[in-house]
């Protein structure tokens, strides 16, 4: 099957065409974090995606008109031959091309390779879950705090820190640090701070050291933003939160998910159609083998009948019914719903959070 007729088969599915990949090169990783929702260094072998594997893979995805490309893991960084994917990635021009890492593994033999790398689409993402080893060590592992930020900063002493995107993991124990490791990041010359919620999944499931954040949590951040003129000046300037987002009304949802267009690659060959909605029921297998291009044609019945699921969410779910967001949210994030509550047809595990930010009120909103 040729790459049009691969794209073909998903527009008569109704779907997007793939926009940004996620593609993991490897199952190792150097921490053992609590939070982790794909077990990252459990396996009792380690996988590494062979180069001509990855090479095979991503070319077919630039081919088809894909603009961007994440590496992930794992910690991509422990893969042997992580910056010659990098390179080969640049070489075939992609728009976007995005290194998800948790900086520790960092040495200074790698900078100047990934300066020759350097260009307005390269993000170097770094998880940093708080301001001090207490927030981030209890979530990471003692001493990650230390050296994550030695990482960070070789970074920006390289002259990348605008490259650098902090991603933060929002749990119970450091919401309230958001405010801090936006004036860090600033301070230091980061280019951007996001976040996202921990999902239920994996080993942030069996674990009693963290936990999602509290509504209260987020209304107290709400009122932070609205009183604190410094943080809010910050967030403007290099800040994404979701939560602050659905209130200020610039994360409304016209559609259900865009399945497809974010899809994810593990490093066994198992395609999901998202990020987040990992339901092995629809995804493609021996991705490796049987190339990106047959399984995109091959996913495309799944995924449609996914979307589907996705469309008839807000309106047959109970929690939708009386909620002032549900034009807004569309009925939330079906693989957040498969995460925290293995089934799809139930409100995710922001639901309270957002009905209660909505509630709020927002002018642009309604």
Known sequence: MTSSESIHQLALAGLRPPRVLTLAITDACNLMCCHCWVRSGEAPSVTHVPVHAVRHVIEEFRAIGGDGIRITGGEPLCHPHWLDIMRLCRSLEFKTITLQTNAILLSDEHLAPLHELDFPGLLIQISLDGVTPLT????????????????????VQEGLGRRIAIFFTEMHHNLHEIPELLDFADRVGIGSVSTGAMVLCGRAAETSLISPPEVEQYLELLDRYDSDA?????????????????????????????????????????????????????????????????????????????????????????????????????????????????????????????????????????
């Open 136 to 155: 981030h060590d209890l979530v990471r592992g003692e001493g990650a705090f230390r050296a994550a930020l030695h990482g960070v900063m070789k970074l």
């Open 230 to 366: 410094h943080f809010r000046n910050l967030y403007d300037k290099i800040g994404t939160v979701a939560a602050l987002e659905w209130w200020r009304g610039d994360a409304v949802r016209h559609d259900s998910c865009t399945f497809v267009e974010n899809p994810y690659l593990t490093q066994v060959g198992r395609l999901y159609p998202c990020l987040l909605c990992h339901t092995d029921e629809f995804s493609v297998t021996a991705v490796f083998e049987k190339g990106l291009v047959a399984a995109l044609a091959e996913g495309a019945p799944l995924w449609s009948s996914l979307l589907d699921i996705s469309r008839s969410r807000a309106d047959s779910m109970p929690e939708c019914q009386d909620c002032p967001g549900k034009v807004l949210c569309a009925g939330g994030c079906m693989g957040r719903a498969w995460g925290s509550f293995g089934t799809l047809l139930c409100a995710d595990d922001r639901c309270e959070s957002r009905r209660a930010i909505y509630q709020r009120g927002c002018s642009s909103c309604f």
